[in-house]
């Protein structure tokens, strides 16, 4: 049954007639075109698809687009800030943090819902807020040095 759905996404205000159970990853890819966050598992347990939603890192393939009523969402394509990239990006990008780049925005969503929660997390707390997203490239060491050193400029 679908059902008006009014939430923030990016800074900008969105209305969308959509079925309440249809996922977030389904609506931000297909319906918005923003094809940033990626499918992975569609288990929420590989962290591609990882959005914020109201400061929290949160797994959209599961996620339910009645649960982002009223909230505000924020996608890889809304962390920069007109042509300037976000430290993460920039951080990731410099490091070779992103070897195939599909995991990428995922982590790097993930890591900032990390810095939002913990502006200077020890590299302890970082290799265990990272834990739960997947990198089949094995560039967990530098993603791990990118979190370092964005945390320290951010």
Not at 32 to 37: I, Q, V
Not at 48 to 61: F, H, P
Not at 91 to 115: D, H, K, S, V, W
Request: charged share 25%; with cysteine.
């Amino acid at each position: 049954m679908k059902e008006t759905i009014r939430f923030r996404l990016n800074g900008q205000p969105k209305t969308l007639k959509t079925d309440g159970d249809r996922k977030l990853l389904w609506v931000l890819r297909t319906d918005l075109g923003l094809t940033g966050t990626k499918y992975g598992c569609g288990e929420s347990l590989c962290g591609s698809c990882t959005v914020i939603v109201d400061g929290e890192a949160v797994r959209t393939c599961q996620l339910p687009m009645s649960a982002v009523q009223g909230k505000e969402v924020i996608t890889i394509e809304g962390l920069a800030e007109g042509n300037a990239i976000h430290p993460l990006q920039e951080e990731f990008a410099n490091r070779g943090a992103l070897q195939c780049g599909f995991c990428t925005p995922g982590m790097i969503m993930n890591a900032y819902g990390l810095l939002l929660a913990n502006k200077r997390p020890s590299r302890g707390e970082i290799v265990e807020g990272m834990e739960e997203n997947l990198c089949r490239c094995g560039a967990h060491q530098r993603i791990v040095e990118a979190i370092e050193a964005a945390s320290r400029r951010v």
